[in-house]
C-alpha cells in the first residue's frame, strides 16, 4: 500500500478551524445530568453593554446554549435576589462586582478577600452568584465557571480566586508600516495583523473582539497592540482615533490596549530637531501627545519602550540615563494612571567586539545599563500615592528566548523598582509554531527560581508578583504572535501556549500537565486518548526541541542572521549579536566565570553566583552557558562534551519521529480538519528534526574531527545522495551552510523553465520500504517533483510549504528551506530504478538533497 505521509489537507464538513480556540462552548458528554445542577435565569447587575459584567451575562447563555443545550433569560433587575441568610432557592445566577452586589442591597463581605481582577464564586442552594473585585473580575469569574462547565463540572462549593500579579499583558509586535510590507507582525507566523493595514488600523476589526474574548478568559487585561520597534506614526491623530476603536472593541472584554513609543517620534514626526528626555520641547511634545491620546482612549495601560537597544533610538544617544527615558513617559502618563514599561532589552550591538575579546559579552549588558539606576525610577512616586506606578519590564533571559538559559540576574538588583517578566508566545526560536513545543516547564524553570537575594529565599515569580521587594506593581508581558490565520497563531497547538501564559499569569503555581489537559478537552473535547497524547507530547516538546537544537546550554543553534529557524551553528560566531558560542576545533563554551570569563557568573547574588562559577556545580545543561570546555570534557553524566551532543540530537529526533505516529492513533476521536491540520506539522516536523540533527552532528564532527563512537555522524547507509544520481537537466550546487545538505551538495535544475531528472538504480533488495526524499522548499515558487519506482509514479509533491506551514519565509536553498517527504510501504523489486523529475516554477529549481530508503523500523 502505498500512502502519502505528507498529507493535502483535509476539509471536512463539521470542520473546526480553530477560531474558537477554547472557548468553542462544545456539548458535554454528560450535558443532560448537569442541565438541572445550573441555575435557570441569569441576572447581570450591569446591562450597558460596555461593561464587563454584561460581556458576562452574555458569555453565560451563549456557554449554557453549547455546553448544556440549556436556554437562559438574563433579567437585568435584581429585585429576585433573596437576601443572604434566608433559605430560598431563587435558581439565579448573578454576575456583578462588590459594589454592584452591595447596591442591590447585597453586603457580599468580600473586602478583605478580593484584590483587583479577582472574583468570588459564591454556590448556595440553586443560586450561584459570581462577584468580581471589579466589572473585569466579574467577567473573569463567568469564564472560569463556564470552563468548569466545559469540562464537564458544576462547580459546587465556594471558592475564590484572585490573579497573582496585577499586570498581565501581551505585546503585539505589529507593525504599522513596514517598508511595503503590508500588515506584517515582527516573529509572527499566524498571518498578517489583526490591527494594522499599509500604515493605517484596519476597517474591519472583527478579529478584535474575538481575540479580547480569548485574552479575558483567561485573565489577561492589557495588550500593547504594536511593536516594540515602534513607528513614529502611532502618535499621530489618525492613528489614535483608529486605536479608539481598537479599544472600544476589547473594552466590554476588561482588556485595556497600550502602545509602544518610538523614542525619537518627536525628531522622526518633524516636529522637533531633538528627543533628548531632558528637553524641555520634548517633553512638552510627549505631554501634549499623551494628553490627545487619553482623550480618545481614557483607559489606555499605558506605553511600552524599548530604547538604547538594537539600533533603535534612547536616551544613552544624549547621555541620558534609561531612567530619565523612562520616567520622561512615566511622568505623562501619571496624570492618568497609566504605566511605562521600560524594556530592560538593553544592548548595543555596534559595541560588541566580533573579533573575540574574550571578556566581552553582550549577556552582561542589562545589568550594566542599569546599574546605579534602582531607585531612579520615580519610585518615590510609587511609593507615595500608588495611583501612577513606573514599572520595568524585564526580559527573562539574559540573552534573548532561547531554548535555554539562566535566570536574568536583574531580577535580583531592581528592588526598588517594580519588575515584569517578559516571555514570548511566539516560537521565534522554538520551531516558529511548525515545531510543537510547549512552554509550561520552560515558564516554571525561570518562575521558580530562586536567587537568593540576601541568602534568602527570592522565586523570580516572588519578585514580579511584587511580595519578595514590596513592590506594588509588577507581573507578566509575553510577546504574543497571533495573526488573521483562524488558528491564531498558525497552529492548533500553539494556542495551548496563550492559554498556558494567562493561567500562569494569574497563578505561576499551576501544575504543567493540569494545564494542557483542560486545554485539549476545552479545544479537542473529552477522548481521553487524545487528552493523553497531547499532554505526553506536549510535556516531552521542550527537551525533545532542546535535544536536536541545540543542547548542554549552548543555546538554540538556529540561523541567527536570517530568519531564526533551520539550522547554522555557525552564524552564531563572529558578528555583533553577541549569540557566541566560541566553538574551535578543541573547545567550546562561553567562559561567564568571574575570574577568567567575562564576569556575567558574577552578576548574580553571591550564592548562586558560587554555583555558576564553579564548573562542578554548574548544571549539565548550562555548563556551555557559563563554561569554556574542551570537546572530551567528562560531563556529571560521565559522558563528554561531544558524544553527548550526538546522542542528543539522535535522541531528540527519534523522538520526534514518534509524533506524527502517536497522532495517527487519534483519527476519528477528534474533529477531523484540526486532527489533519496537527498531523502536517507532525510529519514536518519529524523530517525537519532529522536536518537538524545533522546540521549540527556534521558541523562539530567536521570541527573536532572526534568520531560518534557509535558510529551514526557522517554514515548514512539507506541514502542515495541526489548527487550521484544520473542527472538530465539538473546539476550540482553546493549548498551554504554546507551542514545543511547531506554530503554538502544537493542538485538544482539547469534553467528555470525546463524540467531537471536524477535517475539511479537501487541497489536494494526486493521488498517493502519507507522512501523519503529530502528537498528544499524555498519561499519564491511552487516547483513540482516526482518520485518514480521502475517508470511508475509513487508520488507528486508541489513546494507549497510556504502556505500550508507557518514559519517564516526563506528564499535561500540552507537548512531553513530543507524539508522531507515521506512515501509508506513502498514496494521496491530487485535493481529497480528510481527517478525524481522535478519542475523548476520562478526562481525555484526544483532542489533535492538525497533519497532514503529504509526498512521498516528504521528512520535516517
Ligand atoms: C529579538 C527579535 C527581534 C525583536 C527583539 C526585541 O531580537 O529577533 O525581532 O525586536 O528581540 O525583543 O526587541
Known amino acids: 500500500m502505498l500512502w502519502l505521509l505528507l498529507l493535502p489537507l483535509l476539509q471536512s464538513a463539521a470542520a473546526e478551524t480553530g477560531i474558537d480556540a477554547w472557548l468553542r462552548y462544545a456539548r458535554v458528554p454528560n450535558y443532560e445530568s448537569l442541565q438541572d445542577a445550573v441555575p435557570g435565569r441569569i441576572v447581570a447587575l450591569n446591562s450597558s453593554s460596555a461593561s464587563p459584567v454584561y460581556t458576562a451575562s452574555q458569555e453565560l447563555v451563549m456557554g449554557f446554549a453549547g455546553i448544556l443545550g440549556k436556554e437562559v433569560e438574563v ?98 509586535w505589529d507593525n504599522l508600516q513596514d517598508g511595503g510590507t503590508h500588515g506584517s507582525v515582527e516573529r509572527g507566523y499566524g498571518g498578517e495583523s489583526i490591527f494594522y493595514w499599509n500604515g493605517s488600523v484596519r476597517e474591519d476589526l472583527s478579529r478584535v473582539p474575538q481575540y479580547a474574548r480569548l485574552l479575558a478568559s483567561v485573565g489577561i487585561n492589557a495588550a500593547i497592540v504594536n511593536n516594540v520597534n515602534a513607528n513614529e506614526s502611532m502618535v499621530e491623530p489618525r492613528i489614535v482615533k483608529g486605536l479608539q476603536r481598537i479599544a472600544d472593541l476589547m473594552r466590554p472584554y476588561g482588556v485595556q490596549i497600550g502602545m509602544a513609543l518610538n523614542f525619537a517620534t518627536p525628531e522622526l514626526l518633524g516636529v522637533l530637531d531633538t528627543f533628548d528626555p531632558l528637553n524641555r520641547s520634548v517633553i512638552d511634545f510627549w505631554q501634549e501627545r499623551t494628553d490627545m491620546i487619553y482623550q480618545h482612549v481614557p483607559d489606555l495601560a499605558g506605553f511600552l519602550i524599548k530604547a538604547s537597544s538594537e539600533g533603535q533610538p534612547g536616551p544613552l544617544t544624549y547621555n541620558r540615563t534609561l531612567a530619565d527615558g523612562a520616567n520622561l513617559f512615566a511622568k505623562a502618563v501619571r496624570p492618568y494612571g497609566g504605566i511605562t514599561m521600560f524594556r530592560a532589552f538593553v544592548y548595543d550591538y555596534t559595541t560588541l567586539n566580533q573579533t573575540g575579546n574574550w571578556k566581552d559579552d553582550r549577556a552582561n549588558a542589562a545589568v550594566e545599563f542599569f546599574d546605579g539606576l534602582d531607585g531612579s525610577f520615580d519610585d518615590n512616586v510609587v511609593i507615595q500615592t500608588q495611583d501612577y506606578l513606573n514599572s520595568d519590564s524585564v526580559l527573562v533571559q539574559p540573552i534573548d528566548f532561547q531554548v535555554r538559559e539562566p535566570v536574568s540576574p536583574l531580577f535580583a538588583r531592581l528592588q526598588n523598582t517594580a519588575s515584569a517578566v517578559e516571555l514570548q508566545i511566539t516560537q521565534e526560536y522554538l520551531g516558529q509554531q511548525d515545531h510543537v513545543f510547549y512552554f509550561a516547564d520552560l515558564w516554571k524553570s525561570i518562575l521558580d527560581f530562586d536567587l537568593r537575594v540576601d541568602g534568602e529565599e527570592s522565586l523570580v515569580k516572588d519578585i514580579v508578583a511584587g511580595r519578595r521587594f514590596n513592590q506594588p506593581l509588577g507581573g507578566y508581558a509575553a510577546v504574543s504572535g497571533i495573526g488573521l490565520n483562524q488558528t491564531w497563531l498558525g497552529s492548533h497547538l500553539a494556542m495551548s501556549n496563550l492559554y498556558l501564559y494567562g493561567q500562569m499569569a494569574w497563578n505561576p503555581s499551576v501544575s504543567s500537565a493540569g494545564v494542557i489537559e483542560d486545554w485539549t478537552r476545552l479545544t479537542f473535547g473529552f477522548n481521553q486518548d487524545v487528552i493523553d497524547t497531547v499532554r505526553e507530547i506536549s510535556l516531552e516538546s521542550w527537551p525533545t526541541y532542546e535535544n536536536y537544537t541545540g543542547n548542554l546550554g549552548i543555546q538554540t543553534l538556529t540561523d541567527i542572521l536570517n530568519a531564526h529557524y533551520g539550522p547554522n551553528p555557525a552564524s552564531q560566531d563572529g558578528n555583533p549579536w553577541g549569540q557566541w558560542t566560541r566553538a574551535d576545533a578543541d573547545s567550546i563554551g562561553m567562559d561567564r566565570t568571574i575570574d577568567n570569563g567575562t564576569g556575567f557568573a558574577g552578576q548574580y547574588p553571591p550564592e548562586v553566583a558560587q554555583i555558576y562559577d564553579n564548573i562542578e556545580t554548574t548544571p549539565d545543561d548550562l555548563l556551555l552557558w557559563f563554561h569554556h570546555v574542551p570537546y572530551t570534557y567528562e560531563l556529571n553524566s560521565g559522558e563528554t562534551v561531544i558524544q553527548h551532543f550526538y546522542n542528543a540530537h539522535y535522541a531528540g529526533s527519534t523522538n520526534a519521529q514518534t509524533f506524527p505516529t502517536r497522532w495517527q ?65 539538473y546539476e550540482l550546487y553546493p549548498v551554504t551552510p554546507w551542514n545543511t545538505a547531506s554530503n554538502k551538495t544537493c542538485i538544482v535544475t539547469s534553467s528555470n523553465s525546463t524540467s531537471g531528472t536524477a535517475s539511479t538504480n537501487l541497489d536494494v533488495e526486493s521488498g517493502t520500504y519507507d522512501v523519503a526524499v529530502n528537498y528544499f522548499d524555498q519561499a519564491i515558487g511552487r516547483a513540482q517533483w516526482t518520485l518514480y519506482i521502475d517508470g511508475t509514479a509513487i508520488g507528486e509533491w508541489s513546494g507549497d510549504s510556504d502556505i500550508t506551514l507557518s514559519h517564516a519565509p526563506v528564499l535561500y536553498i540552507d537548512g531553513q528551506t530543507a524539508i522531507r517527504i515521506t512515501f509508506k510501504d513502498v514496494d521496491i523489486p530487485s535493481r529497480a530504478t528510481l527517478k525524481i523529475v522535478g519542475v523548476p516554477d520562478g526562481q525555484e529549481p526544483a532542489p533535492v538533497d538525497y533519497v532514503s530508503i529504509f526498512p521498516p523500523g528504521v528512520v535516517d
Request: glycine share 10%.
Open 75 to 172: 433579567i437585568d433587575s435584581a429585585s429576585n435576589m433573596r437576601p443572604y441568610g434566608s433559605d430560598i432557592d431563587s435558581g439565579l445566577l448573578v454576575v456583578g462586582t462588590v459594589a454592584q452586589f452591595a447596591e442591590a442591597s447585597v453586603d457580599v463581605g468580600l473586602e478583605d478577600e478580593l484584590v483587583n481582577d479577582g472574583y468570588h464564586i459564591r454556590i448556595s442552594g440553586s443560586d450561584a452568584h459570581i462577584i468580581g473585585a471589579n466589572a473585569r473580575g466579574a467577567l473573569h469569574g463567568a469564564f472560569n465557571y463556564l470552563n468548569a462547565l466545559a469540562q464537564g463540572n458544576v462547580p459546587s462549593e465556594s471558592y475564590t480566586s484572585n490573579p497573582d500579579a496585577p499586570i498581565r499583558w501581551v505585546n503585539h
Open 665 to 729: 492513533a487519534l483519527q476519528g476521536k477528534m474533529d477531523e480538519q484540526q486532527w489533519s491540520e496537527t498531523l502536517h506539522k507532525f510529519v514536518y516536523q519529524a523530517g525537519h528534526s532529522i536536518v537538524w540533527r545533522d546540521a549540527i552532528n556534521d558541523f562539530y564532527y567536521n570541527l573536532s574531527g572526534i568520531p560518534d563512537k557509535l558510529g551514526r555522524v557522517g554514515h548514512h547507509p539507506y541514502r542515495v545522495e541526489a548527487e550521484s544520481m544520473e542527472l538530465d537537466g
